[in-house]
């Protein structure tokens, strides 16, 4: 038995279990995790820090 996963699904897992990390002042939140945004054939992680407001974002494109 095998369950269909798409890129998509193996990319949200990923960034979904890793805990959001402020690169400016070293807030670790590890509840919010990402917000999560898809346009066309990339997905956008964008994380605002509620501490010192910076926003850590990361971009990742499907294959
Ligand atoms: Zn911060």
Redesign the pocket.
Known sequence: MSTHRSPFDRLRQKYDRSDSE??????HDTDDGWDVTTSGDRIHYQFV??????VETRELRLE
């Open positions: 402020c690169r400016q002042c070293g807030y820090c509620p501490v010192c407001d910076a």
